[in-house]
């Protein structure tokens, strides 16, 4: 029923610019905590950054602050990360997840399907 799609991903130079998208079908974003990962080839997925379903913030990773905002539009059901100043070591797929604010409105995470960021040197 729920289902997230990213989209935004691409090929950017070092010092550039990306916005991602995730779009949540199914459910009204406003029920959910949503959330950034990532994974680059050969290591772990990792947590980028979060916003809870009041709008406020879950932190960012180290590698990512001042670098990175996140933001939602609930009337879009659409969650952004905006991207600056783009690293190689931020090359990885980007994931898009959803967790339910409280046990009222269920128990399952999300996923997306991901999306290709790569940074050029």
């Known amino acids: 029923q729920v289902q997230l799609a990213e989209s935004g991903g691409g090929l950017v130079q070092a010092g550039g610019s990306l916005r991602l998208s995730c779009v949540v079908s199914g459910d009204t974003l406003s029920n959910y905590n949503m959330k950034w990962f990532r994974q680059a080839p050969g290591k772990e997925r990792e947590f980028v950054t979060g916003v809870r379903w009041t709008g406020s913030s879950l932190g960012f990773a180290d590698s990512v602050k001042g670098r990175f905002t996140i933001s939602r539009d609930n009337a879009k059901n659409t969650v952004y990360l905006q991207m600056n100043s783009l690293k190689p070591e931020d090359t990885a797929v980007y994931y898009c997840?959803?967790?339910?604010?409280?046990?009222?409105?269920?128990?399952?995470?999300?996923w997306g399907q991901g999306t290709q960021v790569t940074v050029s040197s």
């Open positions: 997840n959803a967790s339910p604010r409280s046990t009222y409105y269920g128990k399952d995470n999300y």
